[in-house]
């Protein structure tokens, strides 16, 4: 399936690269970071989700999110389709590295979804990982990627709101805040001189 789009309107590598450049620069994103990618190929052709997955759209989505990884260094991973449980495609390396637990299944356009499919062919040796706490994250047609995100997860508002017909929604992770009215989230010049014992 191939889109259709304005002439003047961007195509689908370049508002990736747009949208996923800026939540890289406000979150500071950089190597040994993840991000975590969930992706309606059908929801971009303007169609309902899980109805017309299309592995040419999930290619040119795939280009713009490479060229900026190669420009940041952070690890993407890709969330497959319900039918696989939203499992993460990924390096082994990047498994091996972060001790996750690795689940058996090679994901196809039907049962993966085709970005999950597209991801996992363009991969060195890939795999899939059963869960992730990713930094960070971009979900192109509503598919779900919370379940993903580190804990605190804080959405970001893009320029761009659209990847082709699909909504798009970013979010940024923070640590948990922890402590109550005394506790301290900046640093000080000179710490406050009284002590708890």
């Given amino acids: 399936m191939t889109i259709e789009l304005d002439s003047d309107q961007p195509g689908l590598q370049e508002q990736t690269v747009t949208i996923l450049r800026e939540l890289a620069l406000a979150g500071k994103l950089g190597p040994g970071q993840i991000v975590v990618i969930g992706t309606s190929t059908s929801e971009v052709a303007g169609q309902k989700i899980g109805t017309s997955g299309a592995v040419n759209v999930a290619q040119q989505l795939l280009a713009g999110i ?4 190669q420009e940041f260094g952070f690890d993407p991973v890709f969330q497959c389709c319900e039918h696989l449980n939203r499992a993460l495609v990924m390096e082994r390396s990047l498994l091996t590295r972060l001790g996750l637990t690795e689940v058996g299944a090679v994901p196809v356009p039907k049962a993966g979804g085709s970005m999950a499919s597209a991801a996992y062919r363009s991969l060195s040796d890939p795999c899939l990982a059963e869960h992730v706490q990713a930094h960070a994250g971009v979900d192109i ?23 082709g017909e ?23 010049e000179q710490p406050d001189s009284t002590f708890c014992d």
Avoid: D, N, S
């Fill in 141 to 163: 047609g509503e598919t779900m990627i919370g379940m993903h995100l580190r804990h605190v997860a804080v959405p970001f508002r893009t320029t761009l709101r659209y990847i």
């Fill in 166 to 188: 699909a909504r798009v929604t970013t979010a940024l992770t923070r640590p948990k805040l922890i402590g109550g009215e005394r506790a301290v989230y900046q640093m000080e």
């Fill in 66 to 69: 490479r060229e900026v990884q």
